[in-house]
């Protein structure tokens, strides 16, 4: 049941993201590589395959357009896994899905930020707070002094060692995550994004790249790049795709690390004990799905405004 919830909540916040999103795009023009040709989640196992049609119902449930595919209907939904058809027992098809680059997403969108009239202070790190009677009066950084009327916390996995400076606990956990990027084979590289999930691993195309990202590795703040783990995630992509393994020489390796919640959903929404203190963090592997949805609730609510969705299950009081 516990998940069940969890679930729903993500789900209904995924979907107002894809739609803000696109808003965004509309109103900025920024280029991400995107592509709109869905989500297979394909799997091995046909009792496997069978549990995961029974859980997709609270996906449909809640508004997504999720349709089970057998191994037939797999290979024509993306002719690219004809090579390992006879490894596939089906799949969970959603076909909304979307993917891009984040990266280039978000560098877009800071220059044309910038072109407004808004201000980065990019390489400045936060040594301080100034409060007074309940309130921040300004963040002290190695840069200056910096004064607002309100405050985001939204530091990813570093968000708790700041929370903590102002008397608030975050349970906000890193979980070291790897990714693999190399040139997509011409003719038959995937059309949509593609989650093997008895691999772990998602693999995506951003314009003439492919990218696999998976792993989930506890160890702190390490950031490290382990070359077994990097290299089982490039084995587990030219597994599937066999047409990748000529330019798995050219692959470029990455690590990062995840912020992670108890119960694997984000926190937004107001953080005591100061009044003028936000938050938005903790949204794990889907900082990229959530993040439009999660900062225009959060702006709503500061601003004074009545947000789209209920932000009451993403509160740290619910911990």
């Given at each position: 049941e516990c998940a069940t919830r969890n679930t729903a909540r993500k789900v209904r916040l995924c979907t107002y993201s894809q739609s803000v999103l696109h808003e965004t795009v509309a109103a900025t023009g920024v280029a991400y590589d995107g592509r709109r040709g869905g989500l297979l989640y394909f799997y091995r196992d046909p009792k496997a395959f069978e549990a995961a049609v029974a859980r997709s119902r609270v996906l449909s449930d809640n508004g997504c357009d999720v349709t089970a595919l057998d191994r037939d209907g797999v290979v024509a939904a993306d002719p690219a896994l004809a090579p390992v058809r006879e490894r596939i027992a089906g799949a969970i098809y959603g076909r909304a899905d979307e993917?891009?680059?984040?990266?280039?997403?978000?560098?877009?969108?800071?220059?044309?930020?910038?072109?407004?009239?808004?201000?980065?202070?990019?390489?400045?790190?936060?040594?301080?707070?100034?409060?007074?009677?309940?309130?921040?009066?300004?963040?002290?950084t190695d840069q200056g002094p910096v004064s607002a009327d309100g405050y985001v916390l939204c530091l990813g996995v570093y968000s708790p060692h700041v929370a903590r400076q102002l008397g608030a606990k975050l349970?906000?956990?890193?979980?070291?995550?790897?990714?693999?990027?190399?040139?997509?084979?011409?003719?038959?590289a995937p059309e949509v994004s593609i989650t093997d999930e008895a691999r772990k691993i998602v693999i995506s195309r951003l314009g003439g790249r492919l990218r696999a990202a998976g792993q989930a590795e506890v160890g702190g703040y390490d950031l490290t790049l382990e070359p077994a783990r990097a290299n089982s995630v490039l084995d587990a992509l030219t597994s599937l795709l066999p047409q990748v393994a000529p330019r798995a020489g050219q692959a470029?390796?990455?690590?990062?690390?995840?912020?992670?919640?108890?119960?694997?959903?984000?926190?937004?929404?107001?953080?005591?004990?100061?009044?003028?203190?936000?938050?938005?963090s903790g949204h794990g592997t889907l900082g990229w799905t959530l993040g439009a949805g999660s900062a225009t609730l959060l702006a709503d609510l500061i601003c004074g405004g009545l947000p789209q969705l209920d932000v009451s299950p993403f509160s740290i009081t619910r911990f």
């Open positions: 993917s891009g680059d984040c990266r280039k997403f978000a560098r877009g969108l800071a220059a044309w930020l910038q072109d407004k009239g808004v201000s980065f202070k990019f390489g400045s790190s936060v040594t301080g707070f100034e409060t007074r009677a309940g309130r921040i009066e300004a963040v002290v349970p906000i956990y890193p979980v070291k995550g790897y990714s693999v990027t190399l040139p997509a084979p011409e003719g038959n470029e390796f990455w690590c990062g690390l995840r912020p992670m919640t108890p119960d694997g959903s984000p926190v937004i929404g107001r953080l005591e004990p100061l009044s003028n203190l936000f938050i938005n």
